[in-house]
């Protein structure tokens, strides 16, 4: 039968969402989105179909061009300054914050295999169906780069419900590995016992692995063996990447030999191909058997070449298992080195101390000055100081593994123990771990630290010998990476939301710091930089920071570690270098640029074309959290997509097929929702608007109907001019009878409301108002809430994406008021609901419900009025409009404010919820008041209320005695906070089942008419 072209086009989709997910290869990036946007992808699916499928690959003259086509690009790991050190440490230390130079140096660089497309994506299905024959073999132990559950199942069932995932999400499994090893480490020390902690990392790992595709083949042959079909297909990928790899590693020989002369291996793994990353995986899996055996750590985890291993009451003393009662044993005074006696106690006979080479050294020189007697005294120099630096490279690789016969080294400037004894402090070990939790957490919070600050505080790392109290005890200043990309993202993630008015401070913070060296070597920043000028649409700086990136490009020398006689490779690796940064320079200011209206962008260079932003922007492999609207890049608008106006301007906008079958990444139901909100709201058509997009989701985005048996919408006709209807939402959420409750204390001024509504003003997006937003977000993740209710319109129109996201991330309930959204002459008041949910117990998605204000208050009308406009619930005769939900354990109904004064209206759910929730803008505090004391008695269910805090009366209460039903009441305050409580569901219905309750009970008796029968429908 074999490979069929659906298989084919599926593998593509794995590609494509592998390659979205990485953020360092963008040559990569840009050739998928150049192999798509050159049409007919259909014709090549067949190409590859046919080639895979062929009886002769070697005969198969396609396969023999795409061979030919395989090259590759290199970036630098390391830019150094060429400037000569100011004599030794002894003689002073001088620390300087100047980077910029005449020249750099490189000595370091990676490779990244440059192969046509229909390579890398036979390449994914080498990942399909060879991958899990490899995963198989791979324990439990490796973290990075695991392979996803529909990945590894895509030979059973192709067709995911959750994208063409190819590996799990590296943030996670890296937190996963690092953070386990710590917490295990923490508990044993905490117990009373001795911990060792051992870090270990390989040298040049992908470089060193010396693979041999006969084990592979033995594998799958292992594996399919009740499969012939299956088997034929395998074999037949794992001959075609054999080839891959033989072509790529002699294209990078002669290099290589300069830029890597320690490397042993002449098959290392090409980084780039997304079947390297299992490879990597599998070659080690018998040494991670041989350590979990062994050694029998209470902790072993390896993330690709990093490891970590865990010992309970370790012993740093020589020979300790066999010793452990000879306390005058001679070894252990005389060998004081602690690492030696670990690994000689744990690792003996799986980490290898390199042999000594002195005396072979020295009868090789023998023979040498033999040989050479007539050589010239310079040659003899030349070669001493070769030998000088192989004993460096010896003395620096003293440890080494061995794996499939072959030597793989460990650095000793790598290798880390850490030893933690029980009859000492402690204090390191749980310093050390709480640094790591308040990173981990860091990346939990949104971000507002960052934007009143200067760029400097976060940049550097000041590094100390001796108290951090005294300037003699600073040694020098390292730049931070990561604190530096956070900044950059704070910054784009407030502006594109915002309204900041320090754009320019923030630019010239990053030209002083992005000067000389720090421009080149953090080049991996470049495309932030690109986002955040692009975004604040600063013309001007883009211009003076490409030009300035690529006149510093040019100075940089290549100066290998060891001499060598090759100039012209040495010239050519550094010409190779300069034109793939410069490449690399162009990719990452293009795939910004393709957010916005690229022929609209001013340059005062010539760029030859701007074919990579147009290729990028086609295939839809820009950055996607950048876009203002989601989905809005799905469609073939050509304006700015980082803003909302693009959207919300535009009618009678719709999907692209094509785009939304290529989708790099799963869309989640509530974007859709999001994207359709405005047409239905236009028809006051809010009552169909779920289900209808429930359909559509299902037709045009995943096909089946997974969705419509999670989330259940149903209408009923209540009676005369009132429509009821029910959301449920299927979750198996397990969690203890009570629900955490959180409200917002926040000031909603009538300014910003007026603002809001009026088209001669803009609405309030300071970042003052965003910062409060976050406080309160952020408070409702530390306070674990389960839902969190502000009130009416608190909530500008262009953040309802973010707050629906918000949701799903964290999965919190957010029920909120949305500031008035205009359109075509209606003033529209929405009440939104985003309700989480998790599918399948694993995968996060949302629910966002959406209602019309069915009674506009008359301050409110009058104001709409006032301004020539029409309010959004009087566009037609229909019904009004009420639904109650089952989320999560608890059954309740939204109600907008003034809603709250009509007596039908509020008690439609009688016996039917067990809270009822009003988000309120309302002076009137004492008339609410009574609203609610009224309501919680009548309906029997707990009641909250999230008024503006200028006027107070935000509340939660209970139908129970006057004494006892106020769980929480708050007036007034400055400053926005959340206030949160727990509600005991359980001990509720139990109460209402009852006909008669006792003295006991806390609460109120029922109402009369209450329908005990109807709390087991809930």
């Known amino acids: 039968m074999g490979l069929e072209i659906n298989v084919v086009e599926q593998a593509y989709l794995y590609l494509k969402n592998y390659i979205y997910n990485e953020n360092l290869n963008l040559f990569l990036k840009q050739g998928v989105a150049d192999f798509e946007t050159k049409g007919d992808l259909r014709g090549r699916f067949n190409e590859i179909t046919a080639c895979v499928n062929a009886d002769n690959l070697k005969a198969h003259s396609q396969l023999q061009a795409w061979l030919k086509q395989i090259k590759f690009h290199i970036l630098p790991k390391h830019v150094k300054s060429n400037e000569k050190k100011h004599g030794a440490q002894e003689k002073g230390l001088f620390i300087s914050n100047v980077r910029e130079e005449k020249s750099y140096s490189v000595s370091k660089i990676n490779y990244f295999i440059n192969a046509p497309v229909e390579l890398h994506i036979i390449d994914t299905l080498w990942c399909l169906y060879v991958g899990p024959v490899l995963e198989a073999a791979i324990c439990k132990h490796n973290y990075g780069n695991r392979m996803s559950a529909s990945a590894l199942q895509f030979t059973k069932n192709s067709d995911s419900h959750h994208g063409s995932v190819l590996f799990k999400y590296y943030i996670k499994q890296y937190n996963r590995w690092r953070d386990q090893a710590i917490q295990i480490a923490t508990d044993i020390s905490e117990k009373g016992d001795d911990v060792a902690l051992l870090s270990l990392d390989l040298t040049s790992y992908f470089y060193n692995i010396n693979l041999k595709f006969e084990e592979i083949i033995n594998a799958i042959q292992l594996y399919y063996t009740e499969n012939d079909e299956l088997l034929l297909l395998a074999r037949k990928l794992n001959q075609i990447i054999r080839k891959v790899h033989a072509v790529y590693n002699e294209e990078i020989s002669d290099f290589l030999k300069i830029t890597h002369p320690d490397c042993r291996s002449e098959?290392?793994?090409?980084?780039?191909?997304?079947?390297?990353?299992?490879?990597?995986?599998?070659?080690?899996?018998?040494?991670?058997?041989?350590?979990?055996?062994?050694?029998?750590?209470?902790?072993?985890?390896?993330?690709?070449?990093?490891?970590?291993?865990?010992?309970?009451?370790?012993?740093?003393?020589?020979?300790?298992?066999?010793?452990k009662d000879n306390k005058d044993n001679k070894d252990n005074k005389d060998n004081k080195d602690p690492i030696e006696n670990f690994i000689g106690n744990y690792l003996a006979g799986i980490l290898f101390e390199e042999e000594k080479e002195e005396e072979k050294e020295e009868e090789k020189e023998e023979e040498k000055e033999e040989e050479k007697e007539e050589e010239k005294e310079e040659e003899k120099e030349e070669e001493k100081e070769e030998e000088k630096e192989e004993d460096k490279k010896q003395e620096s690789n003293d440890y080494y593994i061995e794996t499939k016969n072959n030597r793989l080294l460990i650095q000793k400037n790598k290798l880390i123990l850490q030893f933690y004894d029980k009859s000492h402090s402690r204090a390191g070990l749980e310093i050390f771990k709480k640094e790591l939790d308040e990173r981990s957490s860091a990346f939990k919070f949104l971000p507002s630290e960052h934007i009143n600050k200067e760029l400097e505080q976060f940049a550097y790392d000041v590094l100390y010998e001796g108290s951090a109290n005294k300037l003699r005890s600073i040694v020098g200043i390292a730049e931070n990476e990561t604190e530096l990309a956070k900044y950059l993202a704070s910054h784009i993630t407030a502006h594109r939301l915002c309204k900041i008015d320090n754009r320019n401070k923030v630019l010239n913070q990053i030209k002083l710091f992005f000067k000389g060296r720090n421009a080149l070597q953090f080049f991996r920043l470049w495309e932030k930089i690109y986002q955040y000028a692009i975004i604040i649409k600063s013309e001007s700086f883009v211009n003076k920071f490409y030009q300035y990136i690529n006149d510093e490009i040019s100075k940089i020398e290549f100066i290998p570690d060891v001499s060598v006689n090759a100039e012209g490779i040495k010239n050519s690796i550094q010409q190779k270098i300069h034109k793939d940064l410069q490449l690399y320079s162009q990719l990452s200011f293009e795939i910004s640029l393709g957010l916005i209206n690229i022929e609209n962008f001013k340059y005062n260079w010539n760029p030859e074309n701007l074919d990579f932003a147009r290729q990028f922007r086609q295939a839809n492999l820009i950055r996607h959290h950048l876009v203002a609207w989601p989905l809005l890049n799905y469609t073939n608008c050509e304006g700015d997509l980082t803003d909302e106006k693009c959207y919300l301007d535009m009618n009678d906008i719709e999907l692209d097929a094509e785009k939304i079958k290529y989708s790099p990444r799963f869309i989640h139901f509530d974007e859709l929702q999001l994207f359709n909100l405005?047409?239905?709201?236009?028809?006051?058509?809010?009552?169909?608007?779920?289900?209808?997009?429930?359909?559509?989701?299902?037709?045009?985005?995943?096909?089946?109907?997974?969705?419509?048996?999670?989330?259940?919408?149903?209408?009923?006709?209540?009676g005369k001019n009132i429509s009821k209807c029910s959301l449920k939402i299927k979750e198996n959420y397990y969690k203890n009878n009570t629900l955490a409750l959180a409200i917002a204390n926040l000031k909603v001024s009538e300014t910003d409301i007026n603002s809001a509504i009026r088209k001669d003003q803009r609405p309030n997006l300071s970042f003052q108002r965003q910062e409060e937003l976050y406080f309160m977000l952020n408070s409702a993740i530390k306070e674990k809430a389960d839902i969190f209710v502000l009130p009416e319109v608190s909530i500008p129109v262009s953040w309802l994406p973010f707050m629906v996201t918000f949701a799903r991330r964290h999965q919190i309930g957010l029920i909120f008021g949305l500031e008035h959204w205009v359109n075509n002459n209606y003033a529209y008041n929405l009440l939104i609901e985003a309700l989480p949910f998790k599918n399948s117990d694993k995968y996060k998605s949302c629910v966002m419900t959406a209602r019309i204000k069915n009674h506009y208050a008359p301050a409110e009308l009058e104001?709409?009025?006032?301004?020539?406009?029409?309010?959004?619930?009087?566009?037609?005769?229909?019904?009004?409009?009420?639904?109650?939900?089952?989320?999560?354990?608890?059954?309740?109904?939204?109600?907008?404010?003034?809603?709250l004064s009509d007596i039908t209206h509020r008690v439609l759910f009688k016996s039917e919820i067990d809270l009822l929730i009003a988000c309120v803008w309302n002076k009137d505090t004492n008339y609410y008041q009574h609203i609610l004391e009224s309501a919680v008695r009548d309906l029997h269910c707990y009641t909250v209320q999230a008024n503006t805090s200028q006027y107070g009366g935000s509340c939660v209460l209970r139908p129970a005695k006057t004494e006892s039903k106020t769980l929480l009441y708050v007036k007034g305050g400055d400053n926005a906070c959340i206030l949160t409580t727990h509600l005991d569901i359980k001990k509720l219905r139990e109460f209402q089942y009852k006909s008669k309750p006792s003295a006991k009970d806390g609460f109120k008796h029922l109402p009369p008419g209450y329908d005990c029968e109807a709390v087991l429908d809930r």
């Not at 997009?693 to 989330?711: D, H, M, P, R, W």
């Not at 006032?866 to 059954?891: E, M, P, Q």
């Open 678 to 718: 405005k047409d239905y709201v236009g028809k006051k058509q809010l009552h169909i608007w779920m289900n209808e997009t429930i359909k559509l989701y299902e037709e045009k985005i995943f096909a089946g109907n997974f969705l419509s048996q999670i989330v259940e919408f149903k209408e009923e006709n209540e």
């Open 267 to 323: 098959n290392g793994l090409p980084i780039g191909l997304a079947s390297s990353a299992i490879i990597a995986n599998w070659y080690l899996s018998d040494f991670d058997t041989a350590i979990s055996e062994t050694v029998n750590p209470i902790y072993y985890g390896r993330y690709v070449d990093d490891i970590l291993i865990v010992i309970k009451n370790a012993s740093i003393n020589k020979n300790n298992k066999n010793n």
């Open 863 to 899: 104001l709409i009025d006032t301004l020539r406009l029409k309010a959004g619930n009087k566009i037609s005769d229909s019904d009004a409009f009420y639904h109650k939900v089952s989320w999560r354990g608890v059954s309740f109904a939204t109600y907008n404010c003034f809603e």
